[in-house]
């Protein structure tokens, strides 16, 4: 009895483990509206995605919702910049179908899978830190609010995830 009582909890450990790994939250998480616009972020973000993964030439997918203000001015950034962007569609809903007089190139197109990609942008205190990760580098940065604008307050963090 004491076996079964213990292997049920170790299973019952492992699946509270594995479910909190699988289901991260991720998008924007400022509870209150921003104090200065989200573009700033989001071109910034863009500008240091492009040092990697060149526009014109590469299809990102949005891994999660992307309806928060930063999210459309992050998604409006990439496509402004080159990127085709696949947006997060979720589980059970089907694709809209593209419109027949679309200048777009069909995603056949593109040479290669699309790269995931996923944010989480939040705040502790004055600070403001944004966590992309695009395929297997997770870039990071925090940022504070300077005249009235988002400025950056120091270098990117890079972490490659083998």
């Excluded at 694709?95 to 995931?116: F, H, K, L, N, W």
């Excluded at 989480?120 to 395929?135: E, I, M, N, Q, S």
Aim: hydrophobic share 50%; charged share 15%; with cysteine.
């Amino acid at each position: 009895m004491k076996r079964l009582l213990l292997a049920a909890c170790a299973a019952a450990s492992i699946g509270l483990v594995g479910g909190c790994a699988t289901h991260s939250p991720y998008g924007s998480f400022l509870t209150a509206e921003a104090p200065a616009s989200l573009d700033g972020i989001a071109s910034d973000a863009v500008r240091k995605l492009a040092a990697t993964w060149k526009p014109a030439k590469t299809r990102l997918a949005i891994q999660h919702a992307s309806a928060d203000p930063f999210g459309v001015a992050f998604v409006g950034a990439l496509r402004t910049q080159g990127y085709s962007v696949l947006e997060f569609t979720p589980p059970g809903k089907a694709q809209p179908a593209a419109a027949a007089a679309s200048d777009a190139a069909p995603a056949t197109d593109m040479a290669g899978e699309a790269v995931p990609v996923s944010y989480v942008l939040d705040r502790a205190g004055d600070f403001y830190r944004l966590k992309l990760t695009a395929g297997r580098e997770v870039l990071s940065r925090a940022y504070v609010v300077n005249a009235g604008q988002f400025a950056p307050a120091g270098a990117w963090s890079l972490l490659r995830q083998e």
